[in-house]
C-alpha cells in the first residue's frame, strides 16, 4: 500500500474543500460541465491545454465525442492514444468525464469495442448524437432508427452503462401533425434510452422545463445554450430568453445528472460565471 505524506494529505484535503465549496454553488448540486465538440480546433491543436483552459475558468465535467467517430472533425489526434491515456489527461486536467456522444453508424457497426472503450474512459453515459436522417424522411424511418436505438441501448444497459439521445432542431418538426420528437419518446424504451434535451432548441420555439416536467426519469442530461430573439442568434448562458431558474427546477424535479455548456470558447468563458452564482 502507497504511504502519503502529511503534507500530500492536508494538500488533497484543501482541494477536496475547496471543490466542495465551489460544487456547492453550482445548479443542482452538480459540476458545471462542457461539450468538446465547439472547441474541437483547440482540442486538434492541444487536446491538455484546451482542457487545463477551461478547467481554470471553473468547468469541472466535460462531456468528450467518440475519437472514432468524430475522427474527421477535429479528433483525429486522439484516435491512436488509448483511452486510459485519454483519462489520465482529463484527470490531469481537473476535470471529470462519465458521458460522451457517438454516431450512429459506430454503435451499429463497432459496439463492443466502443463499449470496452467507454468502460475504460470511465463513462456512465453512451449518447448517440444523432441518427443522422436525411431532411426529408419518413415517420417510420425515425421510428425504425429508435428501434434500433433500443437493441444497441439493451446491449449498452447489460454491460452496465447507459444510452441516451440528444435532439437537435430537426426532432422538433412535424410529420402528419405529429411532432416527430413526441414520437420518439413513446417509441424509445425509457430503461434502455435516457434523453439529452438541447436547449438551444428555444430558437425555434421549444422549452426544455414542460419535458422535464411532463417526463420525470427519462433525461438524464442537458446540453446549455442561450438564445437572443432580438439579435437572432446564440448568446451566452443568461444572455437570452431561456428562463434558465425555470429549466434547472424542473431539471431537478426531472432528475436531471449532468450538464454541459455547448458553444464556442468565449461563450463558454462567459457562460461560466452566470451558471456558478445561479441559484435554484
Known sequence: MQRISRRQF???SAVGIGAALQLGADPLGLPVGFQVYPVSKQIANDFAGTLKELAAIGYRDVEMCSPQGYEKSGFASLVKMKASEIRQIIGGAGLRCVSSHYQFRELKENLDDRIAYAKELGLKYMILSSFGLRPEAAMDDWKRAADELNKVGEKIRKAGLQAGFH???GEFQK???VLIYDELLRTLDPKLVKMQFQVAVISIGFEAAP???????RFISLHL???????????PVGKGVVDWKKLFTAAKKG??????VEMNMDAL??????LHDLKV
Request: glycine share 12%.
Open 10 to 12: 492536508v494538500a488533497g
Open 167 to 169: 435532439n437537435h432542431n
Open 175 to 177: 410529420i402528419g401533425g
Open 211 to 217: 419535458y422535464l416536467t411532463k417526463y420525470p426519469g
Open 225 to 235: 445554450a442561450d438564445w437572443s430573439t432580438a439579435d437572432k442568434k446564440s448568446v
Open 255 to 260: 432528475g436531471v445528472k449532468n450538464y454541459y
Open 269 to 274: 468563458k462567459a457562460s461560466y460565471p452566470y
